[in-house]
């Protein structure tokens, strides 16, 4: 055992620490030595998703102690930040096993802390504390979640008083103040509780009522409000809160997958709780199909990410990509509003640099500017923030199933997503269209795009050194030639550098450093490597395009595509 892990081990054993937590250290080193530590080589750190990990014992994993110091690293960064003023935080949580556990130890160490706590009286959606926040004028918030994770994780994000996750340099500047806790003793873990305010339906009210003003075509519900919906919130947060707001919305025909909709940190029916994953909207599907909906929708266990299911053209049931779905929702938020006379001349659009292209050139044509931002939707609110008293921010989006529409909020929210989507599947039936055959059209209108996702997962200490050494013999040696096709342009978020391989011409990245490769082909494709900030994994974005002629069959062409994806995959040997 390297001596600093060990270290690290002893003051766990020798300090304030509940015997249950010392017992499974002394039974880790008895029979796993190399878990124990993995345990303890680090400290957990705020990546794109803030704190995640695998929950058990020690500085590396996810347990009340790391929840505690965390808390009181946030709570002293606030009281710096907002000297003499009566400091308020808003507290979520989400369908995770201890995740209410974590919420309540949030909540008592601030509450400690002499900062008020509004806490969500039982388990609420990402995007609604998002929401209150801005609603409540809070100078932050935390939601415990790990997302999509597997049940094994849970996880800790933090908000700022706008709304968004931590940024630079709030977010370096936090665990700068978890760091200067020397041990558990440093945390105020109890005092204060008359500070802690429950939320119950006055908030779900106010969120309800805001999703419900994002709507561009009430009048299209109420013609189209037997629309025939299927959804299921995976075991998690959007079990209620979803139909609700349909409901809201004016949609009466809403089917449940009922086998998903009791919250379960276990996610019993699924391997991943991730509507990315097909497996995970299986069930929906096979309710898709036995009563014969418009649309299938999924959310994953903290209610910011969504899954789309839609006949294709030939009458099969389909699962949209994140690009695709993003792709109707940029394109049907522009288009909208410019037929209703609701578009402004500076209204704007946002995306990631690894979403699709397709976004960037609807924008343009439609005289719209759109903003790439680095992977996460903090970036994207951060975004907003800078540009919010001069431009009018519309709608954003990543690949990987998040969409953020309105600016009254400031993260991704599968709840909205999901209206609107319905929404636009009854414009589009009003019209006797679907939302699969606009699509299509969209690719005649724009280019057709494809794009596919290979994650590599690299798990533990070894993991990450694995992944460490694969970006760097990409960054170092560089492929020439991909599927055939000459690499033209390497694109460095590292060093901030973007360098033509023709010319060797290299112009500065005007965005925060990251750990993002690019390679762009002669043909205009797209290759994009990045280690995941919140999962052990490294995830390589493939985005070919082909210009689709009236003549030539949607079906063939996209299957040509996905070829094209296939060598470029084979020749990075991945």
Partial sequence: MELQIQEKIDSWLNGSYDEATKSAIRSLQADHPSELADAFYKNLEFGTGGLRGIMGVGTNRINKYTIGMATQGFANYLKKCFVGEEIKVAIAHDSRNNSRLFAEITAHVMAANNIHVYLFEALRPTPQLSFTIRNLKCHGGVVCTASHNPKEYNGYKAYFNDGGQLVPPHDENVIAEVNAISSVDDVKWSGGDERIHLLGKDADDAYIHMVKSLSVYPDVIQQQADLKIVYTPIHGTGFKMVPDVLTAFGFKNIHVVEEQMEPNGNFPTVVY???????????????????????????????????????????????????????????????????????????????????????????????????????????????????????????????????????????????????????????????????????????????????????????????????????????????????????????????????DLSNGQVCKIDLPKSNVLQFVLEDGSKISARPSGTEPKIKFYFSVQHALTPEEQFDQAYAALGERIAKVVEDLKL
């Fill in 273 to 499: 709780p991730n509507p990315e994953e097909s497996e995970a909207m299986r069930l929906g599907l096979e309710k898709a199909k036995a009563v014969d909906a418009d649309i299938l929708l999924g959310t994953d266990p903290d209610a910011d990410r969504v899954g789309v299911g839609v006949k294709d053209t030939h009458g099969n049931w389909v699962l949209l990509n994140g690009n695709q779905t993003a792709v109707l929702a940029f394109n049907y938020m522009i288009e909208a509003r410019k037929k209703k006379g609701l578009s402004k001349e500076n209204d704007f659009v946002v995306k990631t640099i690894v979403t699709t292209d397709l976004i960037d050139i609807i924008a343009s044509r439609n005289h719209i500017n759109c903003y790439n931002v680095l992977t996460g939707f903090k970036w994207i609110a951060e975004l907003i923030k800078s540009k919010e008293e001069n431009e009018n921010y519309i709608i954003g989006g990543e690949e990987s199933y998040g969409l953020m529409i309105g600016d009254q909020l400031r993260d991704k929210d599968a709840v909205s997503a999901v209206a609107l989507l319905c929404e636009m599947a009854a414009f589009e039936k009003n019209q006797g269209n679907s939302l699969y055959a606009k699509l299509i059209s969209i690719y005649r209108e724009y280019g057709l795009f494809r794009e596919h996702l290979v994650s590599i997962t690299k798990k533990g200490r070894d993991g990450q050194e694995q992944i460490a050494s694969m970006m760097k013999a990409f960054r170092e040696s560089p492929p020439s030639m991909l599927a055939g096709t000459k690499v033209v342009g390497l694109y460095d978020y590292e060093k901030q550098e973007a360098k």
